[in-house]
């Protein structure tokens, strides 16, 4: 048995053979190498109890589906693929396809900012994700004139019945995955990813919301507290890794020692 989404597509052969299966097979058009990855299941149906005659029951389902649960439009595309994407319109719900089989199985998403002179680019692509991996991650935008303007995304996966369910949401102020508080009265902090170049500023008493630039690198914050006074004053370098804390964990590191230095105190 084959399948195929066309005359230009084909499927590996599977056998249907025997009683109740289930199965995945994915199915490429070879002139674009678009490919749809589909999740099959074969039961037996009694038809006729006196004669003992069955029928075969194939049910195809895509994959992945993807539920956009947001105000905005979405586009998705592979990774380096950035100029190829498909639209998930706002509240609607979609079934994925690789727009390259043969390419990585990535995926990264942003937002199509409609009241934008360009909406397509306003936004940079989120980190890539793998789709296949369940649970629940936060996602976010850069905007491009704006380095310092960002827009976060839930992205829960959950599998159903061999179907993997991608809902994409806009994060909670309120409850986000990451916030980062900067309690201190007279300290800066200068803070990155440990892997990437850009880094963002959390000034005295100040709070913000956090995500990965990069999910599959080490989780690892990298700050640098900066003393605030006439001239500021570089203190320390700090390291913080966070898949070694647990969930609603605090890390607070105590900077008063150094505060109290008589070279700060004249700053």
């Known amino acids: ?91 609607a719900r979609d079934n994925f396809r690789w727009l390259n089989g043969e390419g990585t199985k990535m995926v990264m998403i942003k937002c199509l900012d409609c009241k934008a002179p360009d909406p397509i680019n306003e936004w940079a692509w989120s980190s890539p994700f793998n789709l296949e991996e369940i649970g629940a991650q936060n996602l976010r935008n850069v905007s491009r004139n704006n380095p310092d303007m960002f827009m976060y995304w839930k992205v829960d996966r ?36 440990k892997s990437e170049k850009n880094s963002e500023y959390l000034d005295t008493s100040e709070s913000k919301r956090f995500a990965w630039d990069n999910l599959y690198e080490k989780h690892v914050l990298q700050c640098e507290a900066w003393f605030k006074g006439k001239k500021n ?18 890390f607070r590191y105590n900077l008063e020692e150094i505060i109290d230095s008589d070279e700060l105190l004249e700053c």
């Open 158 to 193: 959950r599998i159903q019945n061999e179907m993997i369910y991608i809902t994409v949401d806009k994060e909670d102020e309120k409850h986000p995955l990451y916030l980062i508080e900067n309690k201190a009265k007279h300290i800066i902090l200068k803070y990155k990813q």
């Open 1 to 91: 048995c084959y399948f195929s989404l066309d005359k230009d597509s084909n499927s590996e052969e599977i056998g249907i053979e025997g009683g109740s299966m289930t199965g995945q097979v994915s199915v490429m058009k070879m002139s674009t190498k678009e490919q749809a990855e589909l999740v099959y299941t074969s039961t037996l149906s009694l038809i006729d109890i006196h004669r003992s005659l069955y029928t075969k029951v194939i049910t195809i389902l895509p994959k992945f589906v993807i539920i956009n649960n947001t105000d905005e439009k979405l586009l998705l595309t592979q990774e380096k693929l950035n100029d190829d994407f498909t639209i998930i319109d706002s509240h």
């Open 233 to 250: 004053v570089k203190l320390c370098n700090i390291n913080i890794n966070l898949d070694e804390l647990e969930k609603n964990e605090e």
